[in-house]
């Protein structure tokens, strides 16, 4: 059993059928896993039955467990960014809530973050969706990496355990699918150790994806284009100048 504390949060958006199941083995693993432990569940402003889902989670595992509510849907990278706010403990572990992704898997990750790792990351050993998310999936992967010259081989694979030193050097922005990008980059240029494993992805039981609605889309690449301005293009539009300056 570990000795230090993990934080496991999991943003949800209309995720009540899976989440009895979900939370119920998150808090078998932390149990046989870790000595200290929250879990965190940030209800997005879902219009099904989430929030009395929550509520009867929350009394059936008592304090160890919290609840984020949004009012109205803030986004995907809205609910991250309250995720990493309310996590409390030494590292941060997040998946989604919605079953694709098997938390029973964690102990992989704990595994591997020794005293010189500060973030381990999951990559999808195979994705489980229909063809057009898959290749959809793919092709923003690899736009996204040779975009923002990004070393981790699945950017998004939301199965993360992350130190929390490391998570408050940086500060979020995105609302959308686009926080796992500026995630990932701004972590890596603080030049931390990263690790990487395999994990598994599982077809979609329950509800829907919302990252490939047409409105999530241009959201996600409109904030795309403009995080690229503002990690990309200024800082080298910046040292462009302070070099034609100096030469001067």
């Not at 981790?152 to 993360?160: E, M, T, V």
């Not at 494993?197 to 990252?211: A, D, E, M, T, W």
Request: hydrophobic content about 40%.
């Amino acid at each position: 059993m570990y000795s230090y504390g993990v934080s496991v949060f999991f943003p949800a958006y209309n995720d009540a059928p899976s989440l009895p199941t979900l939370i119920g083995k998150t808090f078998a693993v932390l149990e046989e896993q870790v000595a200290d432990f929250e879990v965190i569940v940030v209800n997005d402003g879902s219009a099904d039955n989430t929030a009395e889902v929550l509520r009867n989670l929350a009394d059936q595992y008592g304090p160890r467990m919290r609840i984020v509510t949004h009012e109205v849907n803030r986004g995907y990278g809205g609910a991250l960014r309250s995720g990493f706010e309310a996590a409390t403990k030494e590292f941060v572990f997040y998946t989604d809530g919605d079953g694709q992704y098997d938390v029973g898997e964690l102990p992989k990750l704990l595994a591997l973050m020794t005293a010189n790792v500060s973030f381990v990351n999951g990559y999808k050993i195979e994705r489980n969706d229909p063809w057009h998310r898959i290749w959809i999936g793919k092709t923003y992967n690899q736009f996204a990496r040779l975009m923002f010259h990004v070393s981790l081989r699945d950017i998004d694979c939301d199965f993360r355990l992350i130190r929390r030193s490391l998570l408050d050097l940086i500060h979020l922005e995105s609302t959308s699918g686009t926080v796992c990008v500026e995630l990932v980059r701004k972590l890596e240029l603080c030049g931390m150790q990263v690790e990487e494993v395999g994990v598994h992805h599982y077809p979609r039981i329950h509800g829907k994806s919302q990252f490939f609605r047409v409105k999530s889309l241009a959201t996600t690449f409109y904030q795309l284009f403009r995080l690229w301005c503002w990690l990309l293009l200024l800082p080298r539009l910046g040292l462009k100048r302070a070099n034609a300056h100096s030469n001067s």
